[in-house]
């Protein structure tokens, strides 16, 4: 059973950079799909990022573009979310998702998911 677990949320000044990782444990075999999701409460999860796990292929929200780069280190099984730019409106509950189909935008598409670190961007 694959776990997901992130970190390297905190507080963080507008205009400054974090760097969000998602290690994933357990028997891997069959994920093809890594993503990130955020939330504010009252509000819905909304589709941030997602990278192909083999090949590397990645899709950004047209809010993050230019600011966000998501990788993974296949070896490590861990993927990251580099925030660069960072504007208040970031601020949110950052998750990390996981599924054996395709890239996708839809969360609920996506099978397993991590518990969630807090990113607060202030002005």
């Known amino acids: 059973q694959v776990q997901l677990v992130e970190s390297g949320g905190g507080p963080v000044q507008a205009g400054g950079s974090l760097r969000l990782s998602c290690e994933a444990s357990g028997r891997t075999f069959g994920t093809n799909v890594m993503g990130w999701f955020r939330q504010t409460p009252g509000k819905e999860r909304e589709f941030v990022a997602a990278v192909t796990w083999r090949i590397g292929f990645t899709y950004y929200a047209d809010s993050v573009k230019g600011r966000f780069t998501i990788s993974r280190d296949n070896a490590k099984n861990t993927v990251y979310l580099q925030m660069n730019s960072l504007k208040p409106e970031d601020t949110a509950v950052y998750y990390c998702?996981?599924?054996?189909?395709?890239?996708?935008?839809?969360?609920?598409?996506?099978?397993?998911w991590g518990q969630g670190t807090q990113v607060t961007v202030s002005s």
């Open positions: 998702a996981a599924r054996d189909g395709g890239l996708t935008t839809k969360m609920q598409q996506y099978d397993l």
